[in-house]
């Protein structure tokens, strides 16, 4: 099954670019589909990487040995940071060629380290997520919360074998395989202790108890995590302390629901109760962070919190605009939203129901899910 994705890639001539997105999303997919006779270097060949990497300016070479009609587009190298130094070669032949390069890669960690040429400014940036609501025909929200929404594995019947695999080797590659942690016993405890604090405010302190690592390794720990590309940290909001102090704890969320699923060991049976409040939360998370991405926007994306436990799941734009995920509404659910509203005045404030009716309670506005995505999709939500 092949899906329409939303991400503008459009590159004027000469221009180059970066993107970027954890494994599985799609990224090679959609740019051989966009760029389908651009000459293509996949560094996961390893006898390709060794090559590179032994010597760059065989880059150079090997172009030189393709036909010029397959210079009507960019050059693709794939899992670019599989080698960091060809992009020195790479930096060489935009300026001296003329030449233009997208960049393909899963992780900026190595990329991001002192004395790696990051093409001076020369390169867009682009990333592309999972699959988000306008991409799939027909969503199927129970399943697209169980197997979450990577291409190749939301297609699936054997979804859960394909997500156990895909975890571990996020593990084993992504993390050990490329030395971004020498301690590879406490890593997997840590990453053992992530059933106990996705989608939750995260205590630095009680994971590296958990892991026996200092609490600063721990927060290396989930640095790494966002540098791969797999895990989003949500900050709370404080524009001016209010009459309650807020809590200022960071919130965790891995890249997709079908990964979260798997290292939660949780299954989403029926659109009701804890469980799925936690993932219909996360799944709403996600889908604003791509729009926000695809869109070209780049607002904050917070939550309130008070002291008192008052709680709004994500507040956009630095509170223009307050989003609460509830399965069901009822009367005494908008508790927090009407508090949020009374100290922030905020232009829009929306609590997305797994529901289907669409209402407005005391300025709130209640609409199910799909209209809201649908909303946030068209750019109407900011």
């Given at each position: 099954m092949s899906f329409n994705r939303t991400l503008r890639f459009e590159l004027p001539g000469g221009q180059s670019a970066f993107?970027?997105?954890?494994?599985?999303?799609?990224?090679?997919?959609?740019?051989?589909?966009?760029?389908?006779?651009?000459?293509?270097?996949?560094?996961?060949?390893?006898?390709?990487?060794?090559?590179?990497?032994?010597?760059?300016?065989?880059?150079?070479?090997?172009?030189?040995?393709?036909?010029s009609q397959n210079f009507a587009g960019p050059v693709i190298i794939d899992e670019i940071q599989k080698v960091p130094a060809l992009l020195d070669e790479v930096h060489r032949l935009i300026e001296t060629r003329g030449l233009s390069f997208v960049l393909c890669g899963s992780s900026a960690v190595k990329l991001k380290r002192a004395g790696v040429n990051l093409l001076g400014g020369r390169a867009w940036r682009y990333e592309l997520f999972p699959l988000t609501y306008p991409e799939v025909p027909n969503i199927n929200l129970l399943q697209a919360m169980n197997r979450g929404l990577l291409p190749d594995i939301y297609t699936k019947t054997q979804y859960r074998?394909?997500?156990?695999?895909?975890?571990?080797?996020?593990?084993?590659?992504?993390?050990?395989?490329?030395?971004?942690?020498?301690?590879?016993?406490?890593?997997?405890?840590?990453?053992?202790?992530l059933k106990f604090c996705h989608g939750e405010l995260l205590n630095y302190a009680a994971i590296?108890?958990?892991?026996?690592?200092?609490?600063?390794?721990?927060?290396?720990?989930?640095?790494?995590?966002?540098?791969?590309?797999?895990?989003h940290l949500i900050y709370p909001f404080r524009r001016h302390e209010g009459r309650q102090s807020i809590i200022a704890a960071p919130k965790f969320y891995l890249f997709d629901l079908g990964v979260a699923n798997q290292v939660c060991k949780r299954s989403i049976t029926s659109a009701t109760g804890s469980e799925f409040g936690k993932a219909f939360e996360h799944f709403l998370l996600l889908e604003i962070i791509a729009a926000r991405s695809y869109q070209e926007k780049d607002y904050p994306i917070q939550f309130w919190r008070t002291k008192s436990g008052l709680e709004v799941d994500f507040v956009l734009a630095k509170g223009e605009v307050a989003v609460?995920?509830?399965?069901?509404?009822?009367?005494?659910?908008?508790?927090?939203?009407?508090?949020?509203?009374?100290e922030y005045a905020p232009r829009r404030a929306i609590v997305v129901s797994a529901e289907e009716d669409r209402r407005m309670v005391d300025g709130i506005e209640i609409m199910p899910h799909s209209h809201f995505l649908e909303l946030l999709h068209e750019g109407e939500i900011l």
């Open positions: 993107l970027w997105g954890a494994r599985q999303t799609g990224k090679s997919t959609l740019l051989r589909t966009r760029f389908p006779n651009a000459p293509l270097f996949d560094l996961l060949d390893f006898d390709l990487r060794f090559r590179f990497a032994a010597r760059p300016s065989r880059l150079a070479e090997e172009l030189a040995s393709k036909s074998r394909s997500l156990s695999a895909y975890t571990r080797d996020y593990l084993a590659q992504e993390v050990m395989g490329e030395g971004l942690t020498r301690n590879v016993e406490a890593f997997s405890r840590f990453f053992e202790a590296a108890r958990d892991c026996g690592v200092s609490a600063k390794t721990v927060r290396t720990y989930f640095e790494i995590l966002q540098d791969t590309l797999i895990a609460e995920a509830k399965s069901r509404v009822r009367a005494n659910d908008l508790r927090s939203m009407r508090a949020f509203v009374e």
